[in-house]
Protein backbone atom coordinates (compact mmCIF):
# COMPACT_ATOMS: atom_id res chain seq x y z
CA UNK A 1 0.00 0.00 0.00
CA UNK A 2 3.11 2.60 1.18
CA UNK A 3 4.66 1.33 -2.38
CA UNK A 4 1.57 2.37 -4.39
CA UNK A 5 0.62 5.88 -2.93
CA UNK A 6 4.23 6.33 -4.07
CA UNK A 7 3.58 5.71 -7.35
CA UNK A 8 0.13 7.62 -7.50
CA UNK A 9 2.04 10.58 -5.73
CA UNK A 10 4.46 10.40 -8.87
CA UNK A 11 1.42 10.24 -11.23
CA UNK A 12 0.65 13.25 -9.91
CA UNK A 13 3.52 15.27 -10.46
CA UNK A 14 5.20 16.28 -13.63
CA UNK A 15 7.77 12.78 -13.38
CA UNK A 16 5.57 9.86 -14.24
CA UNK A 17 7.44 6.82 -13.98
CA UNK A 18 7.30 4.41 -17.33
CA UNK A 19 7.60 0.56 -17.10
CA UNK A 20 7.37 -1.25 -20.33
CA UNK A 21 5.49 -4.11 -18.46
CA UNK A 22 3.55 -4.59 -15.19
CA UNK A 23 2.63 -8.64 -13.40
CA UNK A 24 -0.64 -9.23 -14.18
CA UNK A 25 -0.95 -9.84 -10.48
CA UNK A 26 -0.70 -6.10 -9.70
CA UNK A 27 -3.48 -5.24 -11.77
CA UNK A 28 -6.90 -5.35 -9.44
CA UNK A 29 -10.69 -4.63 -9.39
CA UNK A 30 -12.87 -3.13 -6.78
CA UNK A 31 -16.68 -3.72 -7.05
CA UNK A 32 -16.13 -4.68 -10.31
CA UNK A 33 -14.75 -1.66 -11.63
CA UNK A 34 -11.28 -2.27 -13.45
CA UNK A 35 -8.45 0.29 -11.35
CA UNK A 36 -5.01 0.91 -13.81
CA UNK A 37 -1.64 1.06 -12.85
CA UNK A 38 0.33 4.38 -13.50
CA UNK A 39 2.29 4.48 -17.38
CA UNK A 40 2.74 7.76 -18.77
CA UNK A 41 5.74 9.70 -19.93
CA UNK A 42 8.41 10.17 -17.58
CA UNK A 43 11.36 12.80 -17.39
CA UNK A 44 13.35 13.64 -13.99
CA UNK A 45 13.68 17.05 -12.63
CA UNK A 46 17.24 16.51 -13.03
CA UNK A 47 16.91 15.51 -16.82
CA UNK A 48 14.83 18.77 -17.59
CA UNK A 49 17.09 21.18 -15.67
CA UNK A 50 20.13 19.95 -18.16
CA UNK A 51 17.84 20.34 -21.38
CA UNK A 52 17.41 23.94 -19.96
CA UNK A 53 20.85 24.12 -19.10
CA UNK A 54 22.22 23.47 -22.71
CA UNK A 55 20.43 25.87 -24.51
CA UNK A 56 22.02 28.50 -21.44
CA UNK A 57 25.32 29.79 -22.00
CA UNK A 58 27.56 29.26 -18.42
CA UNK A 59 29.04 32.46 -17.97
CA UNK A 60 27.71 35.97 -16.79
CA UNK A 61 24.55 35.54 -18.44
CA UNK A 62 23.58 34.20 -15.36
CA UNK A 63 24.19 37.22 -13.17
CA UNK A 64 22.41 39.04 -15.64
CA UNK A 65 19.43 36.35 -14.90
CA UNK A 66 19.70 37.27 -11.27
CA UNK A 67 19.63 41.02 -12.33
CA UNK A 68 16.53 40.74 -14.17
CA UNK A 69 14.65 38.80 -11.68
CA UNK A 70 15.65 41.77 -9.01
CA UNK A 71 14.26 44.54 -11.58
CA UNK A 72 11.09 42.57 -11.90
CA UNK A 73 10.53 42.39 -8.02
CA UNK A 74 11.01 46.45 -8.15
CA UNK A 75 14.48 45.88 -6.17
CA UNK A 76 16.16 48.84 -6.83
CA UNK A 77 19.97 47.48 -5.28
CA UNK A 78 21.39 44.83 -6.14
CA UNK A 79 24.43 43.26 -4.19
CA UNK A 80 26.69 40.50 -5.42
CA UNK A 81 29.55 38.86 -3.17
CA UNK A 82 32.12 36.25 -4.38
CA UNK A 83 32.31 34.52 -0.69
CA UNK A 84 35.71 32.43 -1.20
CA UNK A 85 35.08 31.88 2.87
CA UNK A 86 34.78 28.05 3.71
CA UNK A 87 32.58 27.10 6.63
CA UNK A 88 33.30 23.88 8.75
CA UNK A 89 29.86 23.21 10.58
CA UNK A 90 31.23 20.24 12.01
CA UNK A 91 29.59 16.40 12.24
CA UNK A 92 27.03 17.79 14.94
CA UNK A 93 25.97 20.71 13.38
CA UNK A 94 25.42 18.95 10.26
CA UNK A 95 23.80 16.21 11.87
CA UNK A 96 21.10 18.87 13.43
CA UNK A 97 20.60 20.82 10.43
CA UNK A 98 21.52 18.54 7.53
CA UNK A 99 19.28 20.56 4.46
CA UNK A 100 22.08 23.57 5.72
CA UNK A 101 24.98 21.95 5.11
CA UNK A 102 25.42 22.98 1.77
CA UNK A 103 26.26 26.90 3.42
CA UNK A 104 29.60 25.99 4.02
CA UNK A 105 30.97 25.85 0.86
CA UNK A 106 32.35 28.71 -1.36
CA UNK A 107 29.68 30.55 -3.25
CA UNK A 108 28.29 33.54 -4.73
CA UNK A 109 25.84 35.88 -2.94
CA UNK A 110 23.19 38.05 -4.40
CA UNK A 111 21.25 40.43 -2.52
CA UNK A 112 18.50 42.64 -3.69
CA UNK A 113 16.22 44.79 -1.57
CA UNK A 114 12.97 43.46 -2.45
CA UNK A 115 11.14 40.70 -0.98
CA UNK A 116 9.36 37.56 -2.22
CA UNK A 117 5.91 37.06 -2.66
CA UNK A 118 4.13 33.96 -1.70
CA UNK A 119 3.34 33.93 -5.63
CA UNK A 120 7.11 33.61 -5.99
CA UNK A 121 8.16 30.86 -3.68
CA UNK A 122 5.66 29.23 -5.70
CA UNK A 123 6.67 30.10 -8.50
CA UNK A 124 10.63 29.50 -7.94
CA UNK A 125 9.47 25.95 -7.85
CA UNK A 126 8.04 25.83 -11.31
CA UNK A 127 10.81 24.51 -13.71
CA UNK A 128 10.53 26.89 -16.90
CA UNK A 129 6.73 28.59 -15.89
CA UNK A 130 7.91 30.94 -13.35
CA UNK A 131 5.56 33.05 -11.71
CA UNK A 132 4.57 35.58 -14.62
CA UNK A 133 0.99 36.96 -15.25
CA UNK A 134 2.32 39.57 -18.05
CA UNK A 135 4.88 39.36 -20.38
CA UNK A 136 4.67 43.06 -20.97
CA UNK A 137 4.84 43.82 -16.96
CA UNK A 138 7.89 41.40 -16.30
CA UNK A 139 11.10 40.71 -18.08
CA UNK A 140 12.00 37.75 -16.30
CA UNK A 141 10.88 36.56 -13.21
CA UNK A 142 12.10 33.16 -11.53
CA UNK A 143 10.90 31.72 -15.28
CA UNK A 144 13.49 29.45 -17.24
CA UNK A 145 16.52 31.98 -17.14
CA UNK A 146 16.55 31.37 -13.11
CA UNK A 147 17.28 27.83 -13.53
CA UNK A 148 20.69 28.92 -15.44
CA UNK A 149 21.90 29.18 -11.69
CA UNK A 150 22.52 25.43 -11.76
CA UNK A 151 25.44 25.59 -13.87
CA UNK A 152 27.43 26.72 -10.76
CA UNK A 153 25.20 25.06 -7.81
CA UNK A 154 23.58 21.91 -7.36
CA UNK A 155 20.95 23.42 -4.17
CA UNK A 156 19.96 27.31 -4.57
CA UNK A 157 19.09 28.87 -1.02
CA UNK A 158 16.93 31.84 -0.95
CA UNK A 159 15.88 33.55 2.44
CA UNK A 160 13.09 36.11 2.24
CA UNK A 161 10.01 37.85 4.23
CA UNK A 162 10.22 34.87 7.03
CA UNK A 163 11.29 31.99 4.87
CA UNK A 164 14.43 30.24 4.03
CA UNK A 165 14.61 27.69 0.96
CA UNK A 166 16.61 25.58 -0.59
CA UNK A 167 16.46 23.46 -3.62
CA UNK A 168 18.02 20.19 -3.97
CA UNK A 169 17.13 18.47 -7.16
CA UNK A 170 19.49 15.65 -6.49
CA UNK A 171 17.59 14.20 -3.72
CA UNK A 172 17.47 10.14 -4.22
CA UNK A 173 13.17 10.88 -4.01
CA UNK A 174 13.20 14.00 -6.04
CA UNK A 175 11.06 11.70 -8.38
CA UNK A 176 8.30 11.78 -5.88
CA UNK A 177 8.29 15.04 -3.71
CA UNK A 178 9.27 18.34 -3.81
CA UNK A 179 13.26 18.43 -3.50
CA UNK A 180 14.09 20.78 -1.08
CA UNK A 181 12.98 22.61 2.54
CA UNK A 182 11.72 25.36 3.62
CA UNK A 183 11.63 26.95 6.67
CA UNK A 184 10.47 29.87 8.51
CA UNK A 185 13.17 32.13 10.20
CA UNK A 186 11.13 31.53 13.56
CA UNK A 187 12.05 27.97 13.37
CA UNK A 188 15.79 29.08 13.02
CA UNK A 189 15.98 31.07 15.91
CA UNK A 190 18.63 28.47 17.63
CA UNK A 191 20.87 27.97 14.62
CA UNK A 192 22.17 31.24 14.07
CA UNK A 193 25.40 29.39 13.27
CA UNK A 194 24.13 27.77 10.45
CA UNK A 195 22.88 30.69 8.72
CA UNK A 196 25.85 33.09 9.18
CA UNK A 197 26.92 32.23 5.79
CA UNK A 198 24.18 34.42 4.60
CA UNK A 199 25.91 37.54 5.37
CA UNK A 200 22.78 38.95 6.49
CA UNK A 201 24.37 41.69 8.61
CA UNK A 202 26.43 42.79 5.76
CA UNK A 203 23.42 43.72 3.80
CA UNK A 204 21.73 45.41 7.24
CA UNK A 205 19.65 42.53 7.59
CA UNK A 206 18.11 40.80 11.21
CA UNK A 207 17.11 37.69 10.42
CA UNK A 208 15.32 36.67 13.44
CA UNK A 209 11.66 36.57 12.35
CA UNK A 210 11.50 38.77 8.89
CA UNK A 211 14.32 39.55 6.21
CA UNK A 212 13.23 42.41 4.98
CA UNK A 213 15.00 41.59 1.03
CA UNK A 214 15.97 38.67 -0.88
CA UNK A 215 19.00 36.61 -0.24
CA UNK A 216 20.49 34.38 -2.26
CA UNK A 217 23.72 31.61 -1.76
CA UNK A 218 24.67 30.05 -4.51
CA UNK A 219 27.41 27.28 -3.53
CA UNK A 220 29.70 26.44 -5.56
CA UNK A 221 29.82 23.04 -6.88
CA UNK A 222 32.97 21.14 -6.36
CA UNK A 223 34.76 18.60 -8.05
CA UNK A 224 34.80 16.04 -5.15
CA UNK A 225 33.14 12.91 -7.02
CA UNK A 226 31.02 12.46 -4.31
CA UNK A 227 28.04 12.31 -6.23
CA UNK A 228 27.32 13.93 -9.95
CA UNK A 229 26.15 17.65 -10.08
CA UNK A 230 23.29 18.85 -12.03
CA UNK A 231 25.67 19.99 -14.52
CA UNK A 232 29.14 18.92 -15.31
CA UNK A 233 30.64 22.62 -14.96
CA UNK A 234 32.94 23.38 -12.50
CA UNK A 235 34.46 26.98 -11.57
CA UNK A 236 37.56 27.51 -10.19
CA UNK A 237 38.81 30.72 -9.20
CA UNK A 238 40.02 31.57 -12.33
CA UNK A 239 37.35 31.02 -14.08
CA UNK A 240 35.25 32.84 -11.61
CA UNK A 241 37.34 35.83 -11.67
CA UNK A 242 37.08 36.06 -15.91
CA UNK A 243 33.49 35.85 -15.22
CA UNK A 244 33.30 38.59 -12.91
CA UNK A 245 35.41 40.80 -14.82
CA UNK A 246 32.77 40.71 -18.32
CA UNK A 247 29.92 41.35 -15.63
CA UNK A 248 31.44 44.20 -13.89
CA UNK A 249 32.67 45.58 -17.80
CA UNK A 250 28.80 44.96 -18.44
CA UNK A 251 27.04 46.30 -15.68
CA UNK A 252 26.57 49.98 -17.13
CA UNK A 253 25.15 48.67 -20.06
CA UNK A 254 22.85 46.14 -18.33
CA UNK A 255 21.27 48.62 -15.94
CA UNK A 256 20.78 50.99 -18.81
CA UNK A 257 17.32 49.50 -19.77
CA UNK A 258 16.06 48.17 -16.16
CA UNK A 259 12.92 49.95 -14.78
CA UNK A 260 14.08 49.35 -11.28
CA UNK A 261 17.40 48.48 -10.66
CA UNK A 262 19.57 51.84 -10.32
CA UNK A 263 22.71 50.31 -8.14
CA UNK A 264 24.63 47.17 -8.54
CA UNK A 265 27.72 46.67 -6.23
CA UNK A 266 30.46 43.81 -6.96
CA UNK A 267 32.36 42.32 -3.98
CA UNK A 268 34.97 39.78 -2.90
CA UNK A 269 35.49 38.33 0.52
CA UNK A 270 38.44 36.86 1.28
CA UNK A 271 39.17 34.20 3.51
CA UNK A 272 40.41 35.71 7.06
CA UNK A 273 38.95 39.12 6.38
CA UNK A 274 36.44 40.48 8.72
CA UNK A 275 34.20 41.93 5.55
CA UNK A 276 34.68 41.64 1.98
CA UNK A 277 36.34 44.32 -0.15
CA UNK A 278 34.73 46.75 -3.10
CA UNK A 279 35.86 45.24 -6.65
CA UNK A 280 33.01 47.66 -8.67
CA UNK A 281 29.97 49.97 -7.75
CA UNK A 282 27.92 51.37 -10.51
CA UNK A 283 24.60 53.68 -9.72
CA UNK A 284 22.53 54.80 -12.45
CA UNK A 285 21.26 58.49 -12.16
CA UNK A 286 18.15 59.73 -14.52
CA UNK A 287 16.68 62.97 -15.25
CA UNK A 288 13.59 62.83 -17.76
CA UNK A 289 13.50 65.58 -19.92
CA UNK A 290 10.23 64.93 -21.71
CA UNK A 291 8.13 61.84 -21.99
CA UNK A 292 9.84 59.92 -24.33
CA UNK A 293 13.98 61.32 -23.71
CA UNK A 294 15.64 60.93 -20.61
CA UNK A 295 19.52 61.58 -20.15
CA UNK A 296 20.96 58.80 -17.79
CA UNK A 297 24.52 58.85 -15.87
CA UNK A 298 25.90 56.05 -15.01
CA UNK A 299 29.02 56.79 -12.17
CA UNK A 300 31.45 53.35 -11.80
CA UNK A 301 33.93 53.01 -8.90
CA UNK A 302 36.39 50.79 -9.12
CA UNK A 303 40.14 51.51 -8.14
CA UNK A 304 38.95 55.06 -9.76
CA UNK A 305 35.79 56.52 -10.50
CA UNK A 306 34.44 57.27 -14.28
CA UNK A 307 30.87 58.00 -15.64
CA UNK A 308 29.22 57.87 -19.38
CA UNK A 309 26.18 59.43 -20.26
CA UNK A 310 23.83 58.28 -21.96
CA UNK A 311 20.68 59.71 -23.53
CA UNK A 312 17.85 57.43 -24.20
CA UNK A 313 14.70 57.57 -25.93
CA UNK A 314 11.78 55.10 -25.84
CA UNK A 315 8.86 54.54 -28.14
CA UNK A 316 6.21 51.79 -28.87
CA UNK A 317 4.45 50.88 -32.72
CA UNK A 318 1.01 51.74 -33.29
CA UNK A 319 -1.19 49.11 -32.66
CA UNK A 320 -3.34 49.18 -35.53
CA UNK A 321 0.40 47.60 -36.91
CA UNK A 322 0.88 45.34 -34.58
CA UNK A 323 -2.13 43.96 -34.04
CA UNK A 324 -2.34 41.59 -37.14
CA UNK A 325 0.93 39.82 -35.61
CA UNK A 326 -0.60 39.67 -32.27
CA UNK A 327 -3.95 38.09 -32.91
CA UNK A 328 -0.94 35.07 -34.67
CA UNK A 329 0.38 34.99 -31.48
CA UNK A 330 -1.96 34.47 -29.48
CA UNK A 331 -3.56 31.99 -31.71
CA UNK A 332 -0.39 29.82 -31.54
CA UNK A 333 0.12 30.80 -27.61
CA UNK A 334 -0.45 27.11 -25.52
CA UNK A 335 -1.65 29.72 -22.93
CA UNK A 336 -3.09 32.55 -25.21
CA UNK A 337 -0.47 34.94 -22.88
CA UNK A 338 1.34 37.24 -25.44
CA UNK A 339 2.54 40.75 -24.78
CA UNK A 340 0.35 43.42 -25.77
CA UNK A 341 2.91 46.29 -26.55
CA UNK A 342 6.06 46.13 -28.86
CA UNK A 343 7.95 48.99 -26.79
CA UNK A 344 12.24 49.92 -28.51
CA UNK A 345 14.22 52.58 -27.25
CA UNK A 346 18.08 53.43 -28.04
CA UNK A 347 20.56 54.70 -25.53
CA UNK A 348 23.12 56.38 -27.53
CA UNK A 349 26.47 57.53 -25.30
CA UNK A 350 27.85 60.80 -25.16
CA UNK A 351 31.44 60.60 -26.92
CA UNK A 352 33.97 61.25 -24.77
CA UNK A 353 37.57 60.64 -23.92
CA UNK A 354 38.12 56.85 -24.16
CA UNK A 355 34.82 56.20 -26.18
CA UNK A 356 34.78 52.90 -28.16
CA UNK A 357 33.21 53.33 -31.26
CA UNK A 358 30.67 49.85 -32.38
CA UNK A 359 30.72 49.09 -28.55
CA UNK A 360 27.29 48.97 -28.39
CA UNK A 361 24.40 46.30 -29.54
CA UNK A 362 21.03 45.06 -29.38
CA UNK A 363 19.48 44.28 -25.67
CA UNK A 364 16.12 43.05 -24.61
CA UNK A 365 16.84 44.72 -21.67
CA UNK A 366 19.69 42.82 -21.27
CA UNK A 367 22.80 42.56 -23.79
CA UNK A 368 22.39 39.76 -25.72
CA UNK A 369 26.04 38.35 -26.27
CA UNK A 370 25.35 37.85 -30.19
CA UNK A 371 24.26 40.99 -30.65
CA UNK A 372 27.22 42.80 -28.99
CA UNK A 373 29.64 45.22 -31.01
CA UNK A 374 27.20 45.81 -34.06
CA UNK A 375 26.31 49.63 -33.33
CA UNK A 376 27.73 52.80 -31.67
CA UNK A 377 24.44 52.49 -29.16
CA UNK A 378 22.62 50.14 -27.61
CA UNK A 379 18.91 49.38 -29.21
CA UNK A 380 16.68 48.06 -27.16
CA UNK A 381 13.01 46.47 -27.63
CA UNK A 382 10.44 43.48 -26.20
CA UNK A 383 11.99 41.28 -28.60
CA UNK A 384 10.93 37.50 -29.05
CA UNK A 385 13.96 35.50 -28.23
CA UNK A 386 16.36 32.13 -29.22
CA UNK A 387 16.04 29.45 -26.52
CA UNK A 388 19.20 30.50 -25.29
CA UNK A 389 18.70 34.52 -24.95
CA UNK A 390 22.26 35.15 -27.08
CA UNK A 391 19.90 36.68 -29.96
CA UNK A 392 17.16 37.40 -31.52
CA UNK A 393 14.66 34.83 -32.57
CA UNK A 394 14.68 34.60 -36.55
CA UNK A 395 13.04 31.55 -37.30
CA UNK A 396 10.34 32.65 -40.08
CA UNK A 397 6.80 33.30 -38.50
CA UNK A 398 4.93 35.68 -35.99
CA UNK A 399 7.57 36.16 -33.65
CA UNK A 400 10.56 36.62 -36.33
CA UNK A 401 7.56 39.60 -37.81
CA UNK A 402 7.19 41.10 -34.37
CA UNK A 403 11.12 41.86 -33.82
CA UNK A 404 11.43 42.96 -37.49
CA UNK A 405 8.12 45.26 -36.79
CA UNK A 406 10.39 46.55 -33.50
CA UNK A 407 13.42 47.27 -35.16
CA UNK A 408 12.08 48.83 -38.57
CA UNK A 409 9.02 50.63 -36.89
CA UNK A 410 10.38 51.50 -33.30
CA UNK A 411 14.06 51.16 -32.98
CA UNK A 412 15.04 52.77 -36.21
CA UNK A 413 13.64 55.75 -36.41
CA UNK A 414 14.39 56.44 -32.74
CA UNK A 415 18.15 55.96 -33.16
CA UNK A 416 17.37 59.01 -35.49
CA UNK A 417 16.04 61.20 -33.44
CA UNK A 418 17.97 60.87 -31.07
CA UNK A 419 21.21 61.68 -33.15
CA UNK A 420 19.25 65.16 -33.78
CA UNK A 421 18.59 65.58 -29.87
CA UNK A 422 22.29 64.81 -29.67
CA UNK A 423 23.07 67.59 -30.94
CA UNK A 424 21.27 69.83 -28.66
CA UNK A 425 23.00 68.58 -25.54
CA UNK A 426 26.30 67.97 -27.45
CA UNK A 427 29.34 68.46 -25.19
CA UNK A 428 31.47 71.82 -25.82
CA UNK A 429 34.94 69.77 -25.24
CA UNK A 430 34.13 67.07 -27.41
CA UNK A 431 34.97 67.72 -31.42
CA UNK A 432 31.65 68.21 -33.40
CA UNK A 433 33.31 65.65 -36.17
CA UNK A 434 32.91 62.87 -33.58
CA UNK A 435 28.74 62.45 -34.24
CA UNK A 436 30.03 60.47 -37.37
CA UNK A 437 31.28 57.84 -35.06
CA UNK A 438 27.92 57.34 -33.93
CA UNK A 439 26.43 56.50 -37.41
CA UNK A 440 26.02 52.52 -37.44
CA UNK A 441 28.62 51.01 -40.17
CA UNK A 442 27.10 48.66 -42.77
CA UNK A 443 29.85 46.62 -43.10
CA UNK A 444 30.54 46.38 -39.07
CA UNK A 445 26.61 45.51 -38.87
CA UNK A 446 26.98 42.82 -41.48
CA UNK A 447 24.39 41.31 -43.91
CA UNK A 448 21.90 40.25 -41.46
CA UNK A 449 20.94 43.66 -40.04
CA UNK A 450 21.58 45.37 -43.31
CA UNK A 451 17.26 45.95 -43.41
CA UNK A 452 17.69 47.79 -40.04
CA UNK A 453 20.78 49.61 -40.80
CA UNK A 454 19.29 50.80 -44.65
CA UNK A 455 16.09 52.00 -42.13
CA UNK A 456 18.21 54.27 -40.00
CA UNK A 457 19.87 55.85 -43.13
CA UNK A 458 16.85 56.31 -44.33
CA UNK A 459 15.49 58.16 -41.62
CA UNK A 460 18.36 60.14 -41.25
CA UNK A 461 18.65 61.41 -44.94
CA UNK A 462 16.23 64.22 -43.75
CA UNK A 463 16.93 64.63 -40.35
CA UNK A 464 20.61 64.50 -39.63
CA UNK A 465 22.59 67.34 -39.18
CA UNK A 466 26.39 67.33 -39.77
CA UNK A 467 29.13 69.49 -38.62
CA UNK A 468 30.89 71.40 -41.00
CA UNK A 469 34.76 72.23 -41.40
CA UNK A 470 34.18 75.64 -39.92
CA UNK A 471 32.60 73.80 -37.05
CA UNK A 472 29.10 74.71 -37.14
CA UNK A 473 25.86 72.18 -37.27
CA UNK A 474 24.10 71.95 -40.82
CA UNK A 475 21.12 69.19 -42.00
CA UNK A 476 22.63 67.55 -45.12
CA UNK A 477 20.47 68.96 -47.81
CA UNK A 478 22.79 72.35 -47.74
CA UNK A 479 26.13 70.36 -47.39
CA UNK A 480 29.12 69.99 -50.02
CA UNK A 481 30.66 66.76 -48.92
CA UNK A 482 34.13 65.56 -49.20
CA UNK A 483 34.43 61.81 -48.89
CA UNK A 484 37.75 60.27 -47.90
CA UNK A 485 38.66 60.08 -51.79
CA UNK A 486 38.18 63.00 -52.42
CA UNK A 487 39.46 64.89 -49.19
CA UNK A 488 42.44 63.16 -50.75
CA UNK A 489 42.44 64.53 -53.59
CA UNK A 490 41.50 68.17 -52.91
CA UNK A 491 43.75 67.92 -49.67
CA UNK A 492 45.71 70.71 -50.81
CA UNK A 493 42.60 72.50 -52.10
CA UNK A 494 40.41 72.41 -48.49
CA UNK A 495 41.49 75.05 -47.14
CA UNK A 496 40.03 77.24 -50.61
CA UNK A 497 37.27 75.65 -50.42
CA UNK A 498 36.60 76.41 -47.01
CA UNK A 499 37.70 80.30 -47.54
CA UNK A 500 34.88 79.54 -51.24
CA UNK A 501 31.85 77.82 -49.39
CA UNK A 502 32.60 78.47 -45.71
CA UNK A 503 28.84 77.44 -44.75
CA UNK A 504 28.56 74.37 -46.79
CA UNK A 505 31.85 72.16 -47.13
CA UNK A 506 31.86 69.15 -44.83
CA UNK A 507 33.89 66.05 -44.56
CA UNK A 508 31.64 62.46 -44.56
CA UNK A 509 33.59 59.12 -43.17
CA UNK A 510 33.71 55.95 -45.10
CA UNK A 511 31.15 54.07 -43.31
CA UNK A 512 28.48 56.96 -43.38
CA UNK A 513 29.14 56.97 -47.13
CA UNK A 514 28.86 53.33 -46.78
CA UNK A 515 25.35 53.91 -45.20
CA UNK A 516 23.59 56.69 -47.30
CA UNK A 517 25.06 54.62 -50.32
CA UNK A 518 22.44 51.72 -49.47
CA UNK A 519 19.60 54.47 -50.40
CA UNK A 520 18.29 54.66 -53.68
CA UNK A 521 19.13 58.13 -53.55
CA UNK A 522 21.99 59.96 -52.19
CA UNK A 523 20.40 63.03 -49.99
CA UNK A 524 23.67 65.00 -50.19
CA UNK A 525 25.71 65.94 -52.84
CA UNK A 526 29.95 65.52 -53.44
CA UNK A 527 32.32 68.00 -54.29
CA UNK A 528 33.47 67.64 -58.09
CA UNK A 529 33.71 70.10 -60.92
CA UNK A 530 30.13 70.32 -61.78
CA UNK A 531 28.79 70.37 -57.97
CA UNK A 532 31.94 73.01 -57.30
CA UNK A 533 30.19 75.07 -60.15
CA UNK A 534 26.30 75.44 -59.12
CA UNK A 535 27.58 75.65 -55.34
CA UNK A 536 30.07 78.87 -56.20
CA UNK A 537 27.05 80.39 -58.13
CA UNK A 538 24.14 79.57 -56.08
CA UNK A 539 26.40 81.85 -53.07
CA UNK A 540 27.54 84.24 -55.52
CA UNK A 541 30.70 83.71 -54.63
CA UNK A 542 33.67 86.85 -55.12
CA UNK A 543 37.05 85.64 -55.09
CA UNK A 544 38.99 87.72 -52.72
CA UNK A 545 42.75 87.23 -54.16
CA UNK A 546 43.84 86.33 -57.88
CA UNK A 547 45.48 82.98 -56.75
CA UNK A 548 42.07 81.50 -54.81
CA UNK A 549 40.02 82.44 -58.20
CA UNK A 550 42.73 80.88 -60.81
CA UNK A 551 42.88 77.62 -57.98
CA UNK A 552 38.98 77.80 -57.92
CA UNK A 553 38.32 77.93 -61.81
CA UNK A 554 41.20 75.08 -62.36
CA UNK A 555 38.98 73.14 -59.82
CA UNK A 556 35.78 74.14 -62.02
CA UNK A 557 37.67 72.77 -65.59
CA UNK A 558 38.77 69.22 -64.15
CA UNK A 559 36.31 67.54 -65.89
CA UNK A 560 36.56 69.18 -69.16
CA UNK A 561 32.96 70.23 -69.11
CA UNK A 562 32.41 73.66 -70.18
CA UNK A 563 28.91 74.05 -69.68
CA UNK A 564 27.81 75.58 -66.44
CA UNK A 565 30.20 78.09 -65.41
CA UNK A 566 27.75 81.41 -67.21
CA UNK A 567 27.61 83.76 -64.01
CA UNK A 568 30.94 82.50 -62.35
CA UNK A 569 32.87 85.61 -61.25
CA UNK A 570 36.50 83.90 -61.41
CA UNK A 571 38.18 85.95 -64.09
CA UNK A 572 40.93 88.09 -62.56
CA UNK A 573 41.28 91.64 -64.71
CA UNK A 574 44.23 93.58 -65.08
CA UNK A 575 42.90 96.31 -63.15
CA UNK A 576 42.31 93.73 -59.86
CA UNK A 577 38.66 93.03 -60.46
CA UNK A 578 37.41 89.76 -61.48
CA UNK A 579 35.13 89.11 -64.92
CA UNK A 580 31.81 87.10 -64.90
CA UNK A 581 31.79 83.98 -67.67
CA UNK A 582 28.93 84.96 -70.42
CA UNK A 583 27.98 88.51 -69.02
CA UNK A 584 31.36 90.18 -69.73
CA UNK A 585 33.19 89.84 -72.44
CA UNK A 586 37.21 89.63 -71.73
CA UNK A 587 39.68 90.00 -73.82
CA UNK A 588 42.89 88.09 -73.08
CA UNK A 589 45.83 89.36 -74.05
CA UNK A 590 49.48 89.53 -73.31
CA UNK A 591 51.37 92.00 -71.37
CA UNK A 592 52.59 93.96 -74.38
CA UNK A 593 49.02 93.86 -76.30
CA UNK A 594 47.20 95.58 -73.07
CA UNK A 595 48.83 99.33 -74.02
CA UNK A 596 46.94 98.89 -77.30
CA UNK A 597 43.55 97.98 -75.14
CA UNK A 598 43.51 100.92 -72.31
CA UNK A 599 40.59 102.15 -73.64
CA UNK A 600 38.66 98.05 -72.44
CA UNK A 601 40.91 97.90 -69.38
CA UNK A 602 37.90 96.82 -67.52
CA UNK A 603 37.82 93.67 -70.08
CA UNK A 604 41.03 92.96 -70.30
CA UNK A 605 42.45 89.29 -69.07
CA UNK A 606 46.21 88.56 -68.41
CA UNK A 607 46.01 85.51 -70.67
CA UNK A 608 48.85 84.53 -68.02
Sequence with gaps: QTRRKAQVSCQSSSTVVMSSSTPPQSCSTIDGVLKPLPFGPHQSIVSRIR???????????ILFEILQNADDAK??????????????????????????????????????????????????????????????????????????????????????AQYLAVADPLRSDAACELPGSRFTLLQLAGFQFHIAPLCASTFGLDLSEHCAGTIFRFPLRENTNQREGVSKEFYTPERIGTLLQDFKDAIPQVLLFLRCVTAVELLAWEPGDPEPHLLASVTKQSQNTSPNLSLCTMKVQTNSCSSTRYLLLSGAASASSMEP???????????????????????????????????????????????????????????????????????????????????????????????????????????????????????????????????????????????????????????????????????????????????????IPVHAKEGFLLLQEIPFTFVSPCSLRAALLEAHYRPTSVEDAVALLALCMEDGVLNGFTGLRLLPRTDGTFATFGHDLPVMCSLEEQTLLVPWKDNVVDAA
Excluded at 106 to 120: C, G, H, L
Excluded at 421 to 426: A, D, E, L
Aim: aromatic share 12%; proline share 7%.
Design 75 to 160: ATRVIVIWDKRRFEFGADAVRKAPDLAGLQAPAFVVFNNAEFTDKDFQGIQSIGQGSKTSLDEKIGRFGIGFNSVYHFTDTPYIVS
Design 325 to 507: IIAELRAKSPTGIVRAHATGGVAMPFPQSGFKVNSGGVCCFLPLERCVGLFPVLVNGTFELSSCRRDLLREKGPKSSWNFRILMEVCAPLYSKALSHMVTFWPHDVPRTAIWDLLPSPSVAGEQWRPFVKEVYCHLASELVVPLCTGEWNVTTNCLFLDDYLHKHYEASVPLLQRALPKRLAI
Design 51 to 61: EILEAYPADNQ
